[in-house]
């Protein structure tokens, strides 16, 4: 009995086209389009040399030991850290209001930086001139000092060297944009919530036909309602499955080595979108179309707020409003994900999962208390 | 005018979905402001710019790295986090940090006795905020090695002398622009642009809406029957479309005028930003036009809105900005109208004087949008009369 209606909810769901664009593939096409968006900055960005103009305004002896070491920074192998043209006063500035240079270098009797705006990229300059003055000032110094330490001065090395080490802090390489794609899977599943909310109207009598024809169906009611579930549950679980392999496989999202919770989330997140519909099409008398606005109002605010649009916010509410990050299914998600990405399956990913799944409980017997032994006038 | 009242009538029905686009970009809008507008303006001196750094001292007491740590964040900003992974590691992925430094116990001890020891600092992959703030560390410390090599024993006596180095800078100066600057932080511009993806909706949804009601088959074949040329009722149906579209124009550009009223009190940039949103608007019409053609049913028509809407905002620098989109996407984009209206946007934004050949640029691309709408509609009417025959028969 329970095989029978479950294979042919199965069926009838899967003939939803409607529902079959709004919960596979609207969040696959959404994913191509942030992917084709965000492509430049996916490969993390890589230093580009800053445009730098440099005029020689007098001609000495020291400042061409200037333009050498500048010279030098320009043509480091590898990865220069400027793109350095000499060129005339006017030339400059023109390069300059065009944004073709980011900065002047004008070389006279002082060092001088002409500048449009403040920005790292100037700032970089900056130092590096800073720093050219500083170790000038720094060899006076030091000429006075080792006049009365013979020898000192021969035996000094001058090369800079590194005093810093990159170490991991453990986990995956921070990429931000990674967070796009993990609130994007939390609104897949929450989109899950149309599967559940067709369930609903589907069961009860007073707001499809076909709900009163199946109110009369001699099966109980707890049968046809976990058939109904199971058999959502498996299509949902489906398309994300399918969203998450063109998250991996064609768009090279990382979500980690521990794939096998990864689907994990996922199952718990169609769950908690299925019972989340169920809630709205069980409490709310409103129209379906009334109830498929505020499903789809309550999981963009609830993905807004897990970071789909701005990709901060989720860290900005989890910080000035941490409650509300327990309580949104969609930032819990998105947690999920970050923290298996970031931290592997710790007591941190744990938490989102079982607060899930609490959530889930809580509205499957919320919506159950509210569909079980309805009783229908007869007319 | 039967036939304009009852489109009139059908789009009230709408109503309450057509007003989300109106409320979105408001709200989007006015997040924004809130969002962007902490952030300082444009300063005429040079200022150093810093980033956000986090430095872990476990050297407590040592003379040096507390010297490191105040040059550091004599241009940085120092951002406290607790020293424990996790939260370090939140921190630097939502670039709350970009860099965290970590001086070890017994550094200052170490390197005072020649000792080779490092420091270790955890930056996001490649950013140029990592190099920088190396710059700075090594600066630092190699004039502090350099003075002990010199045989300077007294550690007091050689910070002395690196802070004194350190105070030699050399002059800056900011240069007044010709061309005010086209990011995006410029709010006026980003509204107009967000504004291509309300315009759309609203357009696709609202004119759809009223073509499939019109062109159900029976109704359609009812109305040829009834006394009213269809000449006129194509006339009714157009003027209807033309009232919604100038409705839904009016009342975007009032909200952005309330909005951002002190940037665009400007007229020049007014009248162009208003102009450019115009000629958008027709593409909008055209592709609303062509969508109603094409679909028949309201579930579809969700559909296909949220999917062009979407698609034409990613990928022409709506929702992300042109300039950090990569180069072939962008090429792509030359195919869509909506690059041409962010483009002559951002165009209009840098304008500070009219000249010949700016404004040439920017009615190049309002000439291209109205191409696309030329386009659109030449494909909707060849498509429209192709069907409506088929209906007929």
């Given at each position: 009995m329970f095989w029978n209606m479950f294979a042919s909810r199965l069926k009838c769901l899967f003939r939803d086209k409607t529902v079959i664009f709004w919960t596979a593939l609207f969040p696959i096409v959404l994913a191509a389009m942030m992917y084709f968006a965000f492509g430049g900055f996916m490969e993390g960005g890589e230093m580009e040399p800053i445009p730098v103009a440099a005029v020689e305004t007098v001609v000495s002896e020291r400042n061409e030991v200037f333009l050498s070491v500048f010279r030098e920074a320009s043509q480091?192998?590898?990865?220069?850290?400027f793109d350095l043209r000499i060129v005339e006063q006017e030339e400059a500035l023109r390069l300059l209001q065009e944004r073709e240079v980011d900065a002047i270098v004008e070389v006279g009797q002082t060092v001088t930086l002409k500048v449009l705006e403040n920005g790292l990229e100037q700032s970089i300059v900056k130092s590096f001139l800073d720093q050219y003055l500083q170790t000038q000032h720094m060899l006076e110094t030091l000429m006075q000092k080792t006049a009365s330490l013979p020898g000192a001065f021969g035996e000094m090395n001058f090369v800079s060297q590194s005093f810093t080490k990159e170490v991991s802090l453990g986990g995956a390489t921070p990429n931000l944009t990674l967070s796009y794609f993990y609130a994007l899977m939390a609104m897949a599943c929450l989109y899950g919530s149309f599967w559940g909310l067709r369930n609903m109207m589907d069961i009860q009598a007073n707001l499809t036909p076909l709900g009163a024809r199946r109110s009369i169906a001699p099966a109980p009611k707890w049968k046809v309602i976990l058939s109904d579930a199971a058999a959502s549950l498996v299509i949902q679980t489906i398309e994300l499955l399918a969203l998450l392999a063109f998250l991996i496989l064609?768009?090279?999202v990382d979500f980690g080595q521990q794939i096998g919770l990864v689907i994990l989330t996922c199952v718990v997140g169609s769950m908690m979108g299925i019972s989340f519909g169920s809630l709205i099409g069980a409490a709310s008398r409103q129209s379906e179309g009334v109830k498929i606005g505020m499903l789809i109002g309550i999981s963009m605010t609830c993905t807004f707020l897990a970071g789909?649009?701005?990709?901060n916010m989720k860290d900005i509410i989890a910080r000035y409003v941490p409650v509300l990050s327990y309580v949104n299914p969609a930032a819990l998600l998105a947690d999920a994900f970050y923290s298996l990405y970031m931290?592997?399956?710790?007591s941190r990913y744990w938490m989102n999962i079982v607060v899930l799944l609490g959530i889930t409980a809580l509205f499957s017997f919320i919506s159950y208390c509210i569909v079980r032994r309805q009783r229908y006038v007869s007319l | 005018m039967s036939v304009f009242n009852t489109s009139m009538k059908i789009l009230r029905s709408k109503l309450p979905i057509l007003l989300i686009y109106v409320v979105v970009i408001v709200m989007v809008s006015i997040l924004m402001m809130a969002a962007m507008g902490s952030q300082e303006n444009v300063s005429d001196t040079f200022e150093q710019k810093g980033c956000a750094i986090t430095v872990i001292n476990r050297?407590?007491?040592g003379k040096l790295s507390e010297g490191l740590e105040e040059f550091l964040f004599r241009t940085n900003q120092k951002v406290s986090i607790d020293d424990d992974k996790e939260k370090l590691q939140d921190a630097l992925y939502y670039e709350n940090t970009a860099y965290i430094l970590l001086i070890p116990e017994g550094f200052s001890e170490a390197f005072l006795a020649g000792e080779e020891v490092f420091l270790s600092k955890t930056t996001l992959p490649d950013s140029i905020e990592s190099y920088y703030v190396d710059m700075q560390i090594d600066q630092y410390l190699n004039a502090v090695r350099l003075y002990m090599q010199a045989g300077i024993k007294n550690t007091e006596e050689i910070l002395e002398f690196v802070s004194a180095d350190l105070d030699s800078s050399a002059n800056a100066e900011i240069i007044v622009s010709e061309n005010p600057n086209s990011d995006d932080s410029q709010l006026h511009i980003f509204y107009f642009n967000y504004l291509s993806y309300s315009m759309l909706a609203l357009m696709i949804l609202g004119i759809s809406t009223i073509l499939i009601s019109f062109h159900q088959k029976d109704l359609y074949r009812r109305n040829l029957c009834a006394p009213i040329k269809l000449i006129r009722m194509n006339g009714e149906l157009i003027l209807g479309i033309s009232v919604f579209a100038g409705a839904c124009y009016f009342i975007l550009i009032g909200c952005g005028l309330a909005l951002h009223w002190e940037k665009l009190w400007d007229f020049k940039l007014l009248s162009l930003l208003c102009l450019n949103f115009l000629v958008f608007s027709i593409v909008c019409v055209g592709i609303g036009f062509l969508t109603g053609v094409f679909v028949r049913s309201y579930n579809v028509q969700s559909a296909v809105a949220n999917v062009v809407t979407l698609s034409m905002s990613f990928l022409c620098g709506v929702f992300v900005p042109q300039s950090i989109m990569s180069a072939s996407v962008l090429k792509f984009s030359q195919f869509l109208p909506a690059y041409w209206y962010v483009k002559a946007n951002h165009l209009i934004g840098s304008l500070s004087d009219i000249s010949l050949e700016q404004l040439k640029a920017i009615l190049g691309c309002l000439g291209i949008e109205l191409l696309f709408a030329a386009a659109l509609f030449a494909a909707a009417l060849a498509i429209s009369k192709k069907k409506r025959f088929m209906d007929c028969l």
């Open positions: 480091e192998a590898g990865d220069p850290l064609a768009l090279q789909l649009m701005f990709v931290f592997g399956a710790g | 050297d407590l007491g």
